[in-house]
């Protein structure tokens, strides 16, 4: 989906000497690697979101928005690993999350249906939105899946010990990363809304690492697509080799594509992004 930026303000930080100031959120983390956060929308009580940095833009249940008030103002068109759609836009005037605070956000509208996940539904949580890059794009945070905390910082960190980092590259305002493979390259988002490795089949790009196996169809907020499950033997993501690792490829029309895939974040012990450097640093578990 396509939204406008936010402006996005992070509060004021304690700070030590000589270090960056950071505040954290605790966060949910469901069986199949989603992160659920607490966000309060025009001064609302907290509801359950999505963190998802493999998204463009931030979505709320129209369901929520017509409780909330908020009106829509514009249509755009919705865009997924699966097809893409018309869908209406909400102003949202403030939507915090945690020490962050988004103002005037444009939120794609989508149905309660659309935002069901079977892993949320077996945690008795209702999801009600989705945080996208929209938000998160000019912020500096770690998300540590290990402790379940997002810890957010207001100044540049030196790469955590044991970290690959990676360039981060805007692409229809989200973020990739390129993985060098042994015969080719990957440009893959770095995602915590995706459960699997997803690859698009686009050309010869796939055709290495991966064995093709059942056919099953892939769901996302604009609709579904034909894929297959599959294998990947090997992916190297900066200094950590990945081996025997499930995916599941998208069919595509063949032609060229700016983005391969999806790399699914929880497969790791902790991401740190940084939007105004354009880094992000990936360590192993």
Request: hydrophobic fraction near 45%.
């Amino acid at each position: 989906m396509i939204s406008p930026a936010a402006a996005v303000a992070v509060p004021a930080l304690s700070r030590q000497s000589g270090t960056a100031a950071t505040a954290e959120l605790p966060f949910r983390l469901t069986p199949q690697g989603a992160i659920i956060v607490p966000v309060t929308i025009n001064g609302s009580a907290p509801v359950s979101f999505l963190l998802d940095t493999g998204s463009n833009g931030s979505v709320v249940s129209d369901r929520l928005a017509a409780s909330l008030g908020l009106r829509a103002v514009a249509r755009t068109t919705m865009l997924s690993a699966s097809e893409q759609k018309e869908a209406l836009v909400a102003g949202i005037e403030e939507l915090t999350l945690g020490p962050v605070a988004a103002r005037n956000v444009l939120a794609t509208l989508v149905t309660p249906g659309d935002l069901h996940l079977p892993d949320t539904a077996a945690l008795g949580c209702t999801v009600q939105g989705v945080i996208g890059q929209d938000v998160l794009s000019s912020l500096r945070y770690t998300i540590d899946y290990q402790a379940r905390r997002i810890y957010w910082r207001d100044a540049s960190a030196d790469a955590p010990r044991r970290a690959s980092r990676f360039a981060l590259e805007p692409q229809g305002d989200r973020f990739l990363i390129r993985l060098p493979q042994e015969h080719h390259e990957l440009r893959l988002v770095p995602d915590t809304g995706s459960e699997a490795l997803v690859l698009f089949q686009n050309g010869e790009t796939i055709s290495d690492p991966v064995a093709s196996g059942t056919a099953i169809g892939v769901t996302g907020l604009a609709g579904t697509r034909a894929a297959r499950r599959a294998i990947v033997r090997k992916l190297r993501v900066g200094d950590t080799t990945l081996t025997e690792l499930p995916a599941v490829v998208v069919h595509g029309d063949g032609g060229p594509a700016p983005v391969d895939g999806l790399l699914p974040l929880h497969l790791f012990a902790r991401v740190t992004f940084d939007g105004p450097e354009r880094r992000l640093f990936i360590e192993p578990r």
